[in-house]
């Protein structure tokens, strides 16, 4: 048992400290995803090292010292989504004059029954729907819906990356782009909002770094550093959602809210973990909604298994012109934009 314990330390004490070195190969950037994870085994790893520690071994200091630095590593990243954190964004009373709300999912393109996604729209009833994942098949099935919402922007695609918003809101000239692949699409969109402010949406699915999908994370990170440039020089209102294929602790997530000045409602709420619906003990968030900071939040909730691989995400969020006096935007420094840069030159010269 205790060769056993070693062992899995090792392992552990190694998946942290790989995660830390900045390289994009997918084999490097896997380690951000299962934090919660690697940290929950560490911690049972120093009670087990509590109850077989030696104490002639130097081995055994050395390895609770090092199980003990993970997990104080790790929890300065999990810390900022448990409830003993400060929000980031600030609760409000609804009022349905000043608020929008999103309904996202990744639908899974293998999924076919679109019936449990179609009664879900309906129960929520929000301003927005976001579908990722979504082929011809599903945009026939989805159709359903568009006497509800009269305004769409739809990319049906077999590759597992076609997306199809729906909105009761106007549409001010939709845009479908391809920022860094000529098969992942991007949806961006301004809504003119009852009360006459008129917001930016961006809609985004990156590719994962994984060995089925892309070999690095270069085309996903310098997706979402394309994003957050252009977000963090407009002047609107904005939201960004969608499957980003990146954990929201992670260092490319990170510099985008900051390079973007965007907000993460999570925070101080939880995790809202929406991969993997089907495995719980696999689990992290990879399902996003960040928005500037003149957004307040009504409310947050991860809803119910539609038969995909992702559990779906609703948000309500009410724009206040006090708001941003109200709540700290994240910034960039020099360093941060260079690396921006940087990110977005090494996606150009790759694709």
């Given amino acids: 048992m205790k060769n056993f314990l070693t062992g899995l330390s090792l392992l552990l004490v190694a998946s942290t400290f790989i995660s830390l070195i900045k390289h994009q190969a997918w084999w490097i950037r896997i380690f951000d995803f299962p934090i919660l994870q690697i940290a929950g085994l560490t911690v049972l790893c120093l009670f087990g090292f509590a109850f077989y520690f030696d104490h002639r071994s130097w081995f055994d200091y050395l390895m609770v010292l090092a199980l003990t630095g993970c997990v104080g590593y790790m929890s300065y990243f999990i810390y900022p989504y448990t409830f003993l954190a400060s929000p980031q964004v600030l609760s409000t009373d609804p009022d349905p004059e000043r608020s929008i ?6 639908v899974f393109q293998g999924n076919r029954d679109a019936q449990p996604c179609i009664e ?13 994942e ?9 159709a359903v819906i568009e006497n509800q919402y ?11 990356y076609g ?45 994962p770094p994984s060995p089925t999908e892309k070999d690095t994370s270069i085309p996903r990170d310098a997706e979402l ?55 719980p003990i696999f689990r992290w968030p990879l399902d996003h909604v960040f928005h500037s900071n003149d957004f307040k939040l009504v409310a947050i909730e991860r809803l119910p298994d539609i038969g995909s691989d992702h559990f779906p995400i609703y ?7 006090t708001a941003e006096q109200q709540q700290d935007e994240p910034t960039a420094d020099r360093q941060d934009q260079k690396e921006a840069t940087e990110k977005i030159q090494e996606g150009i010269e790759a694709n």
């Avoid at 709300?101 to 990744?106: V, Y």
């Avoid at 980003?244 to 997530?253: C, E, G, K, Q, R």
């Avoid at 309500?316 to 012109?321: A, E």
Wanted: net charge positive.
């Fill in 150 to 160: 009269p305004y769409k922007v739809t990319v049906p695609l077999d590759n597992a």
């Fill in 225 to 279: 550093m394309l994003v957050a440039k252009l977000t963090g020089f407009n002047d609107y209102p904005t939201i960004v959602a969608g499957d980003l294929n990146d954990v929201a602790w992670s260092h490319t997530t990170r510099l985008f809210q900051r390079v973007s000045g965007l907000l993460d409602p999570r925070k101080g709420r939880g995790f809202f973990n929406t991969f993997h619906a089907k495995i």
């Fill in 101 to 106: 709300s999103l309904l996202t999912a990744n």
């Fill in 163 to 207: 997306m199809a918003l729906y909105s009761k809101i106007p549409m001010i000239n939709p845009k479908v782009e391809y920022l860094m692949e000529k098969k992942v699409p991007s949806i961006h969109v301004a809504l003119e909002l009852p009360y006459g402010k008129t917001i930016k949406l961006h809609c985004l699915h990156p590719k």
């Fill in 134 to 142: 979504t082929d011809q098949w599903w945009v026939d099935r989805i």
């Fill in 120 to 132: 879900l729209i309906k129960q929520k009833d929000p301003d927005l729907v976001l579908l990722l």
């Fill in 315 to 321: 948000i309500n969020l009410q724009y206040q012109k």
